[in-house]
């Protein structure tokens, strides 16, 4: 294979992990809009999301849609009662207050999983069975195509959701303006609720389609740590710089780690966070004025 060959190979990589990362940075944002907090049980969430479908797949013996689904919306509602047990009474304390009591509950979900599931990787079937698929001469796995599909789907859906629908837009409004948002009628407190439950669904679905490749009870918090890079690059708050980081991120990381080693692959997302942080903390498409990360 030569140069050129491998140059495309880390690209289709990179796009691939892009796609999870930007889900998970996503979640991020999300949260942050709504309330103003750093979500560090992002990453427990796609744990969450891939140790549930594994359950449903082989002990309740459901079929690998059926149980993706599931999973999504078990995980939405552990997002929901983490808002509610957890965040909700700390509502009057102080921003730094609320994100340790996203890492205690970080901490909390990594105990429960390794003391119910064990230390060892969960699987399920990859989603489709065959022969890698072939792009030229970059050759990649028929679960890359689910990875980027589903990724790509649920960022459309985010879209429409945020632009064609009344919640979408109360959510918006709310994370412009609470005040002017609850003086126009709109439920504040339900609106972060619903922000939760997106943010856990967006990190289970990157949680199931992972599944196949074998999840356990820490391996979310990479994926979070890597989730809140992608934010941070693309520009917290921006759901669009939230995407656009998270492919950035992607194919970047796959760069160093083909062309410099592998040994750096995480090395190299955290050198990137830092670089952001040093030379444009706001992100690469920071939209509100006045404010830094």
């Known amino acids: 294979m030569n140069f050129t060959d491998q140059l495309l190979q880390y690209l289709v990589n990179g796009i691939t992990n892009g796609g999870i990362y930007a889900l998970i940075a996503l979640g991020f944002t999300i949260i942050y809009k709504s309330t103003d907090i750093i979500n560090f049980a992002q ?35 552990i997002g929901i009662l983490m808002e509610v047990l957890m965040i909700r ?66 960022m459309s859906g985010l ?26 009628g709109i439920n504040v407190e339900t609106m972060v609720i619903l922000s939760f439950g997106l943010s856990a669904a967006l990190g289970a679905l990157a949680g199931g389609v992972l599944a196949p490749f074998g999840m356990k009870y820490d391996t979310g918090v990479t994926f979070g740590l890597k989730g809140f890079c992608a934010a941070i690059v693309g520009g917290l708050g921006n759901n669009v710089g939230a995407i656009v980081g998270g492919f950035v991120l992607g194919v970047v990381e796959e760069l160093g780690a083909g062309l410099i080693s592998s040994s750096y692959k995480n090395a190299i997302s955290f050198c990137i966070l830092l670089a952001v942080l040093l030379i444009r903390p706001q992100g690469i498409l920071f939209i509100r004025s006045g404010e830094r990360v």
């Open 89 to 154: 009474p700390l509502r009057e304390s102080s921003v730094v207050s609320q994100i340790m009591a996203t890492i205690g509950a970080s901490i909390f979900l990594r105990g429960a999983v390794m003391l119910i599931w064990g230390r060892n990787d969960l699987f399920v079937p990859f989603f489709s069975s065959g022969q890698p698929y072939r792009f030229f001469s970059a050759i990649f796995d028929r679960q890359y195509v689910w990875i980027l599909a589903i990724a790509l789907l649920a």
């Open 43 to 77: 990453g427990e969430f796609v744990m969450l999301g891939a140790v549930f479908m594994s359950t449903l797949y082989h002990h309740v013996h459901l079929n690998l849609a059926i149980s993706f689904g599931l999973s999504v919306l078990a995980v939405a509602i």
């Open 159 to 184: 879209h429409l959701f945020y632009e064609k629908t009344i919640h979408g837009k109360a959510m918006t409004a709310c994370a412009a303006n609470k005040k002017a948002s609850m003086l126009v």
